[in-house]
Structure formats: C-alpha cells, structure tokens
C-alpha cells in the first residue's frame, strides 16, 4: 500500500487539472457533464485511501523531471497572468500585491536559487490527511451535484462561460490537494496561489459588475495573504534555514522565526476570511451555489485554517497563539452577531463560515490535545454541513428565484426534500449529537482557563442558535401540497449528491472516536489525541443520539398517522381564512390577507456598517499589537 | 382503566380554560364577565383560567347577538376549540337576539349557529350568574 | 459509565415532571395569596395537564405536533442526562437542542402570534445562554469537574465563591420559568400582543406535552441551583429559598418587559458572571 501511496496523491492532483483541460477542449453540456461527474467519482473514491493508507513523502531528489523548477516557472507564471488581468481590470491593490510577491519570488531565487531544493516536497501529516478525505469527498460530491444546476444558470452554453466555470472548478480539487500535501513552502505556495486564483476566476464567472468587484475584493484581500505567506516564508528561511512545514513545526519557534510563522498563519487568516478580511467571503457569494459550497465554505477556506492549524505546535505557548485565538474569538462572536441583522440566505451562510473558521482558530491557538480534535472535527463537519446548505440553498433559490430566507418560507409546501435536507443542514450545524456540537464542546472545554474567549464564545453560540433555530422552522411551513413529490424534480446528480451529504453529516457522528482517535490512523501533532478526551461524555452523546433517533422515528410514525381532520388553520383571531393554501385572515371589506410577520433582526443594534467598521479597526489593533509583541521579544 | 375515566372527568371538571367572545351589543355582558374574573370572585380557585385562545380553551363564553358577518367568525372560532368543549351564552342578546333581534343583519341567539350548552340569562347576568352558569355545565364532561 | 446506575436518571425522568408540577401548583397558590386570592388546589397543574392529554389532538400541520415531541424528549434527556452526573458544557448543548425545538416547533407554523413568540423565546435565549456556559465554566474553575457527578461528589459550598454568578442563574431562573419579563415567549397575560406566543398553536395533548417539557425545564434549572451547595439538606434549603425568592421577584415587578429585559439585564449579565469567573481565577 505505502508504494503505491504516491502514485495516488500525484493523482488526486494531477488527475483534476487534466480533467480542466480536457473539459476546455470539449464543446457541448454533456461531455463537459460527464467529465465533471467522472472527476468526481474518482477523488471519492480515491479519498479513503489518501487519507487511510499511511502516511508518505515524495522527493524530486534523483527523478528525472525537474519538479522544482516546474513549480517555480509555474508560479511565476501565474503570477504574471493574474497581474495582466488585474491590471486591465484596473485593481490597483490587486496588482500591487502580486507585483511585490513576483518582486519577492524573484528574490528568492536570484539569492538563494539552487539552495531552495529540500526533500521531501510533498507529505502527508495526520491534518493533511483529514483535510484531504474532506475535500475530495466534498469537493467530489460538488463536482457531481454541479452540472445540473450550472445547465439551468446559464441559459447558453455556448457563451464560453460555462467552459470557464468548469475549468476552473475542475482545477481546484488539485489545488487544493496539492497545497494540503505540500511539505515544501514554495510548493505550498504555488498550489496556494493556485486556489486564490481559482476562487476570483468563480467569483467573476458571471461577469456582472457586481460579480468582478467582489472577485477583485477577494483577490486582493487574499494576495494580500499572498504577500505575508512569501514574506514569512523569507523571514523563516533567512533566519531559520527552514524551507519545509516538517522543519518548522519541529520544534517552537522565537524571535523573527517567530515572526515568520505569524506572516503564514496571517496569510491563513486572510484566506479563512477572519476579521478584518471577512469581507471577500461575504461578497464572493454573488457566486453560483457550487462555487460558494466547494470554495467558499467546504474547502477552499479550510486553506487557511489548515496552514494555521499545521503550524500551531510552532507557536503553542506563544503571545502569537494568544492574538490568534482573540482574533478567531472576535469572529466568532461578531459574525453571530452581524449575520443575524441579515435577511439574505448566502450571506447569512458566509457570516457562518467565517464565525466556524474563527472557532476552528481559536482551537489551533489553544493547541491542546483536545483542541486540535476539536479543530479537526469542526473541519469535518463543517464542511460537510455547510456544503449541504449551500446546495440546498442554491437548488430552491433556483427553483423559487429568491434567497432571501422570507422567499424560502414554506418551502415545504413545494420542496420537500431540499427543504427538509436544508433544515435537517442547519440542525446540524447547531444541535447535539451531531458533529459540530461534539467539536464545540471540546473547544469550549479547552477554552477553560481563558474567560475572556470562554465569554466570546459563549455569547456567539446564543447568537448561532437564533440565527438557525427560526430559518429551520420558516422552511417546514405548511403541509407538503398533494403532489409536491412529484413536482419537485431535482437532476439525479443534485439528489445524490445533497442525500450523501445529509448522510455524512449524520452518519459520520458515531464514527468520531474510531476514526480521530484511533491511533492507526492519524497521530496528531502534540502526542495525539488519546481517547481520554472524549470518554465520559461521548458514549453519553451516543446514547443520545441513539435515544433520539428512537424517539424522532416513534413520533413520526405515530404521527404519520394523525387524520386529516385534525389539521386547523393558525389561530387568526376567528377571521383566519385560507386561500390557495396559504393561511391569513379576512381584513377589511372582505379581501383576504396573507399571515405576514417579520423577525427581530436587531437590524439597529447590530447593523452591518455599524459594527464592521469598529471590528475591523479592532481586529487590526490585535494584529499590530501582536506583531510588535512578537518583535519586542524577539 | 375505570380511575383513569374517573381521574379524566375529575380533572375537566377542575380545569376549566375559558375564553369569552362577544358578539356585538352593548357589552354590558362583556363587562360582567370581566368582572367574574377579578380577584373577588378569584375564578382561578375552581381552576378556571381566562385564555385569549380558542385553541386552549374549555368553555366558550359568549355574549351578543349572532349576525351574517359575525356568524363566520362565531364558526372559525369554535371550529379551533378541541372537544370535549362547553359554550356557554350570557345575556340575553346571545340567548335571543335580544333587543337587537328584529334587526336587518341580525340572525339571532347563539343557538342558531352554534350548539349551545348552557343559557345564562339577564341583561346582563351579575358575575355570580355566569359563574354558576359555567358550573352547572360540567356535568357534561361526565359523558 | 455504570449500567447499573441507570435507574438514576430513570427516576429522575419519573420524579422531575412531578417535581416541575408541584413548584408550579406551589407557585400558583402562593401567588393567590399574596394576590389576597384563595389560589386554585395545589395540585392544579396536574388536572390542567391531564385534562389537555383527554383532548382532541388539533394541529396545523405534522411538524408542529413532532416537533413538540422533540422538545419534550430533549428536556427530559437534560434532566437524565444530570440526573446522570453528566458533562456540563454537554447539558449546555442539550438545553440548546429543547430551546430550539421549542422555537422550531413555533415557528413551522404560519401563525404570526406564534412566531411573535419564537422572536421572543430566541431574544431570551440570547440572554440566558450565556450565562449558562459562564456559571458551567466557573463551576469547572471552582472545581476542576465539567461532570455533574464530580461536582457534587466534591461537595462544599460554591455560593460561597460564586454569588454574583448565583445571581445571574437566579436571573436566568426568573425568565426562564417564565417569571419576567411579563410579554416573554409564552406569556398568558399579554393577550393581546401575542395571545399565547409559542404556545398559540399548540392544543390538547401537544400543548400537554411542551407544558410536561416546561416542568422538565424547571426542575432541570432547579437541580443546576442545587450544584452550588452539594449536600442534600444545602441544596434543598438553597431551592427552596431560590423558589421563594423567584415567586416574590414575579409579584413584585409584574410588569418588567421584553425589551427592558434586553436594554437593562442583556449585556450586565454575562459582564457579571465574566466578574465573577475572573475572581475566581485570581
């Protein structure tokens, strides 16, 4: 198995841009189709083993093509041809940060040039590995949910744009194997590069005003990242000699290493969109659904947690630790707070995703046992809950053409099962026993000894519970019209692919202790978590969740059987009435009135321009202190 | 089997939700409902509970007389009272029509919409009257 | 986890409904009194839930009913889940799964009273859930347990360490049992605002079964308050007096509402408790 180890990673990231390219070169939906699906099938099926099989390195030392030199030629490249589009887009932020990283590269190897060479290039740590099973398993269920819902956006296939989308959601599942299995910093790069790339080529696809502003937000804001990745690397090399991850997170870091590591794992906050750069995600959700689930919510920000969670043994202990865990805190707490004046379905998600990669950073900074599984169980489960709710979200906002949460109101009634898999992705994200509950409470039990997070945390999670709780109940409105089932048609890819996601989500739970804390399978960073962390209470949460299914499937059968006489308009003060099964009252002069309400949104407390503005100035308070913190000691 | 009946009636006679929906009129029954449920009279030690909700409620208290816009209303309401249920009429207005009867828009008492338990009559009945009223319905939930 | 142990929250399960009711009939009748009212038989509660269990079951539509089944098992799988001296940031989480259900099963119905109350459950919700997790994380400095079980076995008197953090539970209490704010989720005074908010929809042996999930509720709170003096004749002087205390709260500030809830005690409240555990850890 361990030998043919590399052969299945240089699969999983060469087999996708190779797909991209054919897929380019067909004309025609359903070859493109076929390709996509196939794709997909394959990383899915390739996943267990990447992440199963043991771990493995990959040297160029002795192989005939001249791998270095490829990825450096490639990153230089795409450097080049992202600052030509940017340029012409007129984005001077964004061309200034990718000229001062080409500056930078170009440095790199004027100065150093042969002795950027260090084996192995690629391997596979315990994080690398988890990080790999969810994005090949997500990010093939995506693959095969896409062409469906892509045929109905876009009303022409051939514009060239439906080529482009799949190019480039084709090329990312690479990426983004690449940069979890690189071991090598400038191969890191490069795949980084290649995923921020991909990320503002989705965002654009529409090529709306609207959708090419947010692309070049989010391509600054992330080439900023960019920046502060090849800086920190710099300051690690020159002043550490390191070149790869294994090296860095060997041992604790000080002084300008230390430093250094802060530049990367800066580099990590920008891509996971913490505050102050939670903007980029937010707007990135002008987007497509396939897009906004595989790169803005499943995997591609799991980029940024996963860089600053593989090097937390660098930084345990430290004041950087200290400022990350504040600013994963901070996000967590704000994001609960602004998504809740919200009203918009996508944003509302994006608010989410920033606010579990806060936690999921938090975690990292804290750095126990306990808190790295709880950071590797929020990865999992977060990506699989959140890339449900995005497809689910995206296939009724196709179907009812709004995704505003009052345009999904009752959705039941003529969807439902998106609107049940959509209700049933929100519980998830929320209620024990499922995964992300199990991940929170480790991270809170970690959070012990600092209120101050402890408090943040506590506050956000009320926060989570209104933002859920009543867009799930909104969904199930009414009863399911007579032929609901049938009118719902959803393209077979779409079916399977949000019931395998529902199916994870729930039926990974009882999986947890074997597959995190099995030591067979991963051994993480700081002595790997034993299975002490999760004893007492986890066999509790299974009986639990045993108890509750028990319970859901009693009730629903005894109430299954509840006669259609029983069911009675809502109370509407004895003038209710019900036209075309929508319930209201009588008004005046006899004309009917639909039940109309709104929610508190606390719009006025918590309005977005509000509290943004003293979020963000607060948040780069923390980063420069924390720099200078890290100098001063230094 | 026996005490559970036993124990069901025993507790919808101590239990009594109540709500009260006037019709029209003068509200002078209205009123004098109001006023039975003061501390004075303090209902609640019979178990009965003033409720705003047809959907909780145990005994319907209605005043005023029945006319065609109120009628659906009247329906809707009892329509979303779960049985076993008590209706009860107070006033004359709800027993008859009352002064109002020969009205153009007026149908007449509760009686001809609803199924009425209990009369209750006066113009208005005094609070005692209306509480001894939905007393003297309980031996309906013998049955 | 000893199996054998099991019949401990089995009885708790059988026990704590009772125990709910009985608070709620004292409550009642205490009330009366001081209301200079006779006051309905202790055991009214008990009639009022058995009567609604004898009535045609009305719903809107089949969530509704299921999530109110859902509601009661999560509050009943609280109290056992205590009852069984289980992880406290877990109980955390399992209060959130009732409070969720409750407002699920409220707002799956297109009532707009209904879903006034959901708004209303959740804004208290923000109140009071923090609170929880602060008095849970001071009660793991104070003891070094997140298990129930160690907690009480530890023994001693937390009050004693924590009576800012008493405060705020005994605040979490008063709006949780459905003290004050008078206008809360399920008021039955502010008719004419929100009818019966959460509860609007509910009928016959639905609204039975989330009124025997709301005595679950308080006496799962109840037995928190017992875990700040872990004897048997503290704890129950401790409830007792939480109860009496909660009771004169109620009679005497029965008009506080909503949105003074939010303005004066939303913010201070987790501000104390955070004082309190930052006390402790100095």
Redesign the interface.
């Given at each position: 198995m361990v030998s043919t180890m590399p052969y299945l990673v240089l699969t999983s990231i060469l087999l996708p841009p190779f797909a991209a390219l054919i897929s380019a070169g067909l004309s025609g939906r359903r070859p493109r189709a076929s390709v996509s699906i196939f794709t997909g099938a394959v990383l899915i099926a390739l996943a267990p083993f990447l992440a199963f099989a043991g771990s493995f390195s990959f040297s160029t030392e002795g192989r005939p093509i001249p791998w270095n030199l490829l990825i450096h030629w490639a990153d230089f490249l795409l450097l080049a041809v992202v600052l030509i589009v940017a340029v012409r887009l007129k984005s001077i932020l964004g061309s200034v940060f990718i000229a001062i990283q080409l500056l930078v590269l170009l440095g790199l190897e004027i100065f150093w040039g042969e002795a950027l060479a260090s084996d192995p290039v690629l391997a596979s740590s315990a994080v690398a590995r988890v990080t790999a099973l969810v994005v090949n398993i997500v990010g093939g269920l995506i693959l095969i949910y896409s062409p469906g819902y892509i045929h109905r956006h876009f009303a022409d296939p051939d514009t060239g744009k439906e080529r482009f989308f799949f190019f480039f959601l084709l090329l990312f599942p690479g990426a983004m194997n690449g940069l979890v299995f690189s071991n090598h910093l400038l191969w890191l790069l490069f795949f980084w590069e290649v995923t921020t790339v991909c990320s503002f080529a989705l965002i654009a696809v529409d090529r709306t005003e609207e959708a090419v502003a947010s692309a070049l937000k989010a391509l600054w804001m992330t080439m900023l990242g960019g920046v502060a990745l090849v800086s920190g690397i710099v300051l690690v090399h020159h002043y550490g000699g390191f070149l790869r991850l294994d090296q860095i997170t060997a041992a604790p870091a000080s002084g300008p290493v230390l430093l250094g590591v802060g530049l990367l794992c800066f580099a990590g906050l920008t891509k996971a969109a913490q505050v102050p750069f939670q903007g980029w995600l937010i707007d990135a959700m002008v987007a497509p659904a396939p897009v906004s689930a595989l790169l803005h919510s499943s995997t591609m920000v799991k980029a940024g947690v996963y860089l600053i969670l593989i090097l937390s043994p660098a930084f345990a202990g430290t004041f950087l630790a200290s400022g990350l865990a504040l600013i994963g805190a901070m996000s967590f707490l704000a994001m609960g707070v602004v998504a809740v004046s919200q009203r918009h379905g996508k944003r509302i998600l994006a608010y989410s995703t920033v606010l579990n990669l806060g936690m999921i950073i938090v975690c990292a900074a804290l750095g126990t046992a306990a808190a790295t599984a709880a950071a590797i169980l929020l990865i999992v489960f977060h990506a699989v809950s959140k890339a449900l709710l995005f497809l689910t979200v995206g296939t009724a906002a196709q179907a009812t053409g709004s995704s505003e949460l009052d345009g999904l109101r009752g959705l039941f009634r003529t969807m439902p099962l998106t609107s049940v898999l959509m209700a049933l992705g929100l519980l998830t994200l929320l209620l024990p026993p499922f995964g992300l509950m199990i991940g929170k409470w480790l991270a809170l039990q970690s959070a012990a000894g600092r209120p101050l997070v402890i408090a943040l945390l506590a506050v956000g999670t009320a926060f989570h519970l209104m933002l859920y709780a009543r867009w799930a109940g909104d969904l199930l409105w009414g009863r399911a019209a007579e032929k609901a089932g049938q009118a719902e048609k959803l393209p077979p890819g779409a079916r399977l692919s949000m019931m395998a996601l529902a199916a994870l989500a729930v039926g990974l739970v009882p999986l947890v202790p074997t597959f995190l804390v099995h030591p067979s399978f991963f051994g993480f960073p700081g002595g790997g978590v034993d299975a002490s962390v999760f004893a007492g209470a986890y066999p509790g949460i299974l009986i639990f969740g045993a108890l509750l299914c028990a319970a859901a499937g009693f009730a629903a059968v005894v109430l299954r059987r509840l006669p259609p006489a029983v069911f009675?308009?809502p109370?509407c003060?004895?003038?209710?009435a019900k036209v075309d099964g929508q319930a209201g009252f009588?008004g005046p002069m006899n004309v009917f009135e639909p039940a109309r309400f709104s929610d508190y949104h606390l719009a006025g407390s918590f309005g977005n321009q509000k509290i943004v503005f003293w979020l963000n100035a607060a948040a780069v308070i923390v980063m420069v202190v924390v720099a200078a913190g890290i100098s001063a000691t230094g | 089997m026996g005490m559970m009946k036993h124990?069901?009636v025993?507790?919808?006679r101590?239990?009594l939700?109540m709500m009260h929906?006037c019709l029209g009129g003068c509200n002078g029954c209205s009123i004098e409902i109001m006023a039975a449920l003061t501390?004075m009279y303090?209902l609640?030690?019979?178990?009965i509970?003033n409720?705003?909700?047809?959907?909780?409620t145990?005994v319907l208290l209605v005043g005023g007389s029945v006319n065609h816009r109120n009628r659906?209303?009247?329906k809707?309401?009892i329509?979303?009272i779960?049985?076993?249920r008590l209706i009860v009429a107070v006033g004359t207005c709800a027993l008859t029509g009352g002064i109002f009867n020969e009205a153009y828009n007026i149908i007449g008492g509760a009686n001809r919409v609803v199924d009425v338990d209990v009369y209750v009559p006066g113009c208005p009945p005094k609070p005692e009257a209306v509480i001894d009223g939905i007393l003297s319905g309980l031996d309906k939930f013998e049955q | 986890m000893n199996l054998a142990k099991l019949w401990v929250p089995a009885a708790a399960v059988i026990a704590a409904p009772v125990f709910g009711g009985l608070i709620a009939g004292i409550d009642?009748k205490i009330s009366?009194r001081l209301?200079?009212?006779?006051?309905?038989?202790i055991l009214?509660p008990?009639?009022?839930l058995?009567?609604l269990f004898?009535?045609?079951?009305?719903a809107v539509n089949r969530w509704q009913p299921f999530f109110a089944a859902m509601y009661l098992f999560g509050a009943a799988a609280s109290v056992a889940w205590l009852a069984l001296g289980g992880d406290l940031l877990v109980l955390f989480f399992l209060t959130t799964f009732t409070v969720g259900f409750l407002v699920l099963g409220a707002s799956c119905v297109p009532s707009p009273f209904s879903r006034a109350g959901a708004g209303r459950e959740l804004l208290q919700a923000l109140v009071y859930e923090p609170v929880l997790i602060l008095v849970f994380a001071a009660i793991f400095q104070q003891t070094g347990r997140w298990d129930a079980a160690g907690v009480w076995r530890q023994g001693g008197v937390l009050l004693a360490q924590t009576p800012l953090l008493y405060l705020c539970l005994f605040l979490v209490l008063v709006i949780k049992l459905r003290k004050s704010p008078f206008d809360f989720s399920a008021s039955?005074h502010a008719?004419?605002e929100l009818?019966?908010g959460v509860?609007?929809?509910?009928?016959?042996p639905f609204?039975a079964m989330v009124e025997l999930g709301h005595w679950y509720e308080t006496a799962l709170l109840l037995m928190i308050c017992a875990l700040f003096w872990s004897s048997v004749p503290g704890s129950a002087i401790l409830v007792a007096a939480t109860v009496a205390g909660l009771i004169f709260v109620d009679n005497l500030f029965p008009r506080l509402t909503w949105r003074w809830m939010m303005a004066r005690i939303w913010l201070p409240l987790p501000g104390l408790a955070l004082l309190n555990l930052i006390w402790l850890m100095v």
């Amino acid at each position: 198995m361990v030998s043919t180890m590399p052969y299945l990673v240089l699969t999983s990231i060469l087999l996708p841009p190779f797909a991209a390219l054919i897929s380019a070169g067909l004309s025609g939906r359903r070859p493109r189709a076929s390709v996509s699906i196939f794709t997909g099938a394959v990383l899915i099926a390739l996943a267990p083993f990447l992440a199963f099989a043991g771990s493995f390195s990959f040297s160029t030392e002795g192989r005939p093509i001249p791998w270095n030199l490829l990825i450096h030629w490639a990153d230089f490249l795409l450097l080049a041809v992202v600052l030509i589009v940017a340029v012409r887009l007129k984005s001077i932020l964004g061309s200034v940060f990718i000229a001062i990283q080409l500056l930078v590269l170009l440095g790199l190897e004027i100065f150093w040039g042969e002795a950027l060479a260090s084996d192995p290039v690629l391997a596979s740590s315990a994080v690398a590995r988890v990080t790999a099973l969810v994005v090949n398993i997500v990010g093939g269920l995506i693959l095969i949910y896409s062409p469906g819902y892509i045929h109905r956006h876009f009303a022409d296939p051939d514009t060239g744009k439906e080529r482009f989308f799949f190019f480039f959601l084709l090329l990312f599942p690479g990426a983004m194997n690449g940069l979890v299995f690189s071991n090598h910093l400038l191969w890191l790069l490069f795949f980084w590069e290649v995923t921020t790339v991909c990320s503002f080529a989705l965002i654009a696809v529409d090529r709306t005003e609207e959708a090419v502003a947010s692309a070049l937000k989010a391509l600054w804001m992330t080439m900023l990242g960019g920046v502060a990745l090849v800086s920190g690397i710099v300051l690690v090399h020159h002043y550490g000699g390191f070149l790869r991850l294994d090296q860095i997170t060997a041992a604790p870091a000080s002084g300008p290493v230390l430093l250094g590591v802060g530049l990367l794992c800066f580099a990590g906050l920008t891509k996971a969109a913490q505050v102050p750069f939670q903007g980029w995600l937010i707007d990135a959700m002008v987007a497509p659904a396939p897009v906004s689930a595989l790169l803005h919510s499943s995997t591609m920000v799991k980029a940024g947690v996963y860089l600053i969670l593989i090097l937390s043994p660098a930084f345990a202990g430290t004041f950087l630790a200290s400022g990350l865990a504040l600013i994963g805190a901070m996000s967590f707490l704000a994001m609960g707070v602004v998504a809740v004046s919200q009203r918009h379905g996508k944003r509302i998600l994006a608010y989410s995703t920033v606010l579990n990669l806060g936690m999921i950073i938090v975690c990292a900074a804290l750095g126990t046992a306990a808190a790295t599984a709880a950071a590797i169980l929020l990865i999992v489960f977060h990506a699989v809950s959140k890339a449900l709710l995005f497809l689910t979200v995206g296939t009724a906002a196709q179907a009812t053409g709004s995704s505003e949460l009052d345009g999904l109101r009752g959705l039941f009634r003529t969807m439902p099962l998106t609107s049940v898999l959509m209700a049933l992705g929100l519980l998830t994200l929320l209620l024990p026993p499922f995964g992300l509950m199990i991940g929170k409470w480790l991270a809170l039990q970690s959070a012990a000894g600092r209120p101050l997070v402890i408090a943040l945390l506590a506050v956000g999670t009320a926060f989570h519970l209104m933002l859920y709780a009543r867009w799930a109940g909104d969904l199930l409105w009414g009863r399911a019209a007579e032929k609901a089932g049938q009118a719902e048609k959803l393209p077979p890819g779409a079916r399977l692919s949000m019931m395998a996601l529902a199916a994870l989500a729930v039926g990974l739970v009882p999986l947890v202790p074997t597959f995190l804390v099995h030591p067979s399978f991963f051994g993480f960073p700081g002595g790997g978590v034993d299975a002490s962390v999760f004893a007492g209470a986890y066999p509790g949460i299974l009986i639990f969740g045993a108890l509750l299914c028990a319970a859901a499937g009693f009730a629903a059968v005894v109430l299954r059987r509840l006669p259609p006489a029983v069911f009675r308009t809502p109370y509407c003060c004895g003038a209710e009435a019900k036209v075309d099964g929508q319930a209201g009252f009588k008004g005046p002069m006899n004309v009917f009135e639909p039940a109309r309400f709104s929610d508190y949104h606390l719009a006025g407390s918590f309005g977005n321009q509000k509290i943004v503005f003293w979020l963000n100035a607060a948040a780069v308070i923390v980063m420069v202190v924390v720099a200078a913190g890290i100098s001063a000691t230094g | 089997m026996g005490m559970m009946k036993h124990l069901m009636v025993r507790s919808r006679r101590r239990s009594l939700w109540m709500m009260h929906f006037c019709l029209g009129g003068c509200n002078g029954c209205s009123i004098e409902i109001m006023a039975a449920l003061t501390p004075m009279y303090d209902l609640e030690r019979f178990g009965i509970l003033n409720t705003g909700n047809p959907k909780h409620t145990d005994v319907l208290l209605v005043g005023g007389s029945v006319n065609h816009r109120n009628r659906r209303t009247l329906k809707n309401l009892i329509d979303q009272i779960p049985a076993p249920r008590l209706i009860v009429a107070v006033g004359t207005c709800a027993l008859t029509g009352g002064i109002f009867n020969e009205a153009y828009n007026i149908i007449g008492g509760a009686n001809r919409v609803v199924d009425v338990d209990v009369y209750v009559p006066g113009c208005p009945p005094k609070p005692e009257a209306v509480i001894d009223g939905i007393l003297s319905g309980l031996d309906k939930f013998e049955q | 986890m000893n199996l054998a142990k099991l019949w401990v929250p089995a009885a708790a399960v059988i026990a704590a409904p009772v125990f709910g009711g009985l608070i709620a009939g004292i409550d009642r009748k205490i009330s009366a009194r001081l209301q200079g009212r006779y006051g309905p038989p202790i055991l009214q509660p008990f009639y009022d839930l058995y009567k609604l269990f004898g009535k045609d079951p009305l719903a809107v539509n089949r969530w509704q009913p299921f999530f109110a089944a859902m509601y009661l098992f999560g509050a009943a799988a609280s109290v056992a889940w205590l009852a069984l001296g289980g992880d406290l940031l877990v109980l955390f989480f399992l209060t959130t799964f009732t409070v969720g259900f409750l407002v699920l099963g409220a707002s799956c119905v297109p009532s707009p009273f209904s879903r006034a109350g959901a708004g209303r459950e959740l804004l208290q919700a923000l109140v009071y859930e923090p609170v929880l997790i602060l008095v849970f994380a001071a009660i793991f400095q104070q003891t070094g347990r997140w298990d129930a079980a160690g907690v009480w076995r530890q023994g001693g008197v937390l009050l004693a360490q924590t009576p800012l953090l008493y405060l705020c539970l005994f605040l979490v209490l008063v709006i949780k049992l459905r003290k004050s704010p008078f206008d809360f989720s399920a008021s039955p005074h502010a008719h004419q605002e929100l009818v019966r908010g959460v509860l609007t929809e509910y009928s016959g042996p639905f609204l039975a079964m989330v009124e025997l999930g709301h005595w679950y509720e308080t006496a799962l709170l109840l037995m928190i308050c017992a875990l700040f003096w872990s004897s048997v004749p503290g704890s129950a002087i401790l409830v007792a007096a939480t109860v009496a205390g909660l009771i004169f709260v109620d009679n005497l500030f029965p008009r506080l509402t909503w949105r003074w809830m939010m303005a004066r005690i939303w913010l201070p409240l987790p501000g104390l408790a955070l004082l309190n555990l930052i006390w402790l850890m100095v």
